[in-house]
């Protein structure tokens, strides 16, 4: 496990948070799935960051998962 800082503000969604972490992860969308949790709960693509009360410093759960060939 690693921990990874970005800066974002809470009109970012799901799917704008997924990007950026591929991105530093080298991870190709398309190839691999990625979940994103906060409190336990998924946050879905769409889904902008405040409607989920994030704060300052808050932290996000990660999972890249290999999609099937």
Request: charged share 30%.
């Amino acid at each position: 496990m690693k921990e990874i800082k970005l800066n974002v503000n809470n009109n970012f969604n799901g799917k704008n948070i997924k990007e950026k972490l591929a991105q530093i992860e080298n991870k190709n969308l398309n190839e691999f799935k990625c979940r994103l949790f906060f409190k336990g709960q998924e946050i879905q693509d769409q889904h902008k960051l405040f409607y989920h009360n994030l704060e300052n410093n808050s932290k996000l759960q990660v999972i890249f998962n290999k999609l099937n060939s």
